[in-house]
């Protein structure tokens, strides 16, 4: 049997009246490949938030390989492997791909106090931040601000700095969201590409992405979990069809490329 990294037991989550996740209970094995979909206002980011100590459930528990994390602040979240990107980049402007992922990675060897000095100084930090340029497909671009790359390029920087934090399980909030048709196959790519050992979970509306991607599938809608399956399940699910895959299969298959990449990946 696979092993369970991360775990939701009924999680529940009101803001007054309103109940933004209900009872959502689900598991992610170590290495999946999970996507969590719905239609706005399913609940995806403020599940996220749950997980990630963002906000704190109203019901309900989060457990991180077995141990209850339910309390515990964001930043020793990520101490214990559990790391997400963001819908709106969260990114320093001023500073360059390289001095941001040498500012991760010194901080996570926790030798931040030398993250500004010239890489040569620390050969493994240097060694490190030119891999993760190489991998996230940013070395041409290493030295510009990062307010002047181009925008699939940010968000491609923000998945590197995550994936610098070495986690066992990374959220991957929207990660093509605003990325230019031109730029997206990098996301695509470098998606699938992440280490086979991290645990995904992917929130994303582009079902490109989602069927190139997931092995599993988790439907949320109204901030209940509706169905979940291998993807083959979820397309063919008329319950799905009918609150949302349907207009999203839609624009699949009127798309030559995306509909390629489905039937190669799923037949």
Not at 71 to 85: E, I, N, Q, W, Y
Not at 112 to 136: K, N, T, V
């Amino acid at each position: 049997m696979s092993e369970v990294v991360l775990e939701t037991r009924k999680l529940v989550k009101r803001f007054g009246g309103i109940t933004a996740t209900n009872n959502v209970s689900m598991t992610i094995t170590r290495g999946a490949r999970h996507a969590l979909i719905g239609p706005n206002g399913a609940g995806k980011t403020t599940l996220i938030n749950q997980l990630t100590g963002v906000l704190p459930p109203t019901e309900g528990r989060v457990l991180l390989r077995g141990q209850d994390i339910t309390d515990l602040a964001p930043h020793k979240r990520v101490g214990l492997g559990l790391v997400r990107t963001f819908q709106i980049n969260q990114l320093f402007g001023s500073l360059t791909p390289l001095q941001s992922l040498a500012l991760a990675v010194a901080s996570r060897r926790n030798a931040a106090h030398r993250w500004w000095q010239p890489m040569g100084r620390d050969a493994e930090i240097a060694a490190e931040c030119e891999q993760l340029l190489a991998q996230f497909r940013l070395t041409e671009h290493a030295d510009r601000p990062t307010r002047e790359l181009p925008y699939g390029k940010r968000r491609l920087l923000e998945i590197g700095l995550a994936v610098a934090q070495q986690p066992s399980v990374l959220l991957l909030d929207e990660p093509a969201a605003g990325v230019p048709g031109s730029e997206r196959q990098d996301i695509l790519d470098t998606v699938a590409a992440l280490p086979a050992d991290v645990s995904v979970v992917l929130i994303e509306h582009d079902m490109d992405l989602v069927f190139s991607f997931a092995k599993r599938m988790t439907v949320l809608v109204n901030g209940t979990v509706l169905t979940e399956g291998t993807p083959e399940q979820i397309a063919a699910d008329p319950q799905v069809k009918a609150v949302y895959l349907g207009d999203s299969m839609a624009g699949i298959r009127d798309n030559p490329h995306a509909m390629a990449q489905y039937e190669a990946k799923h037949g």
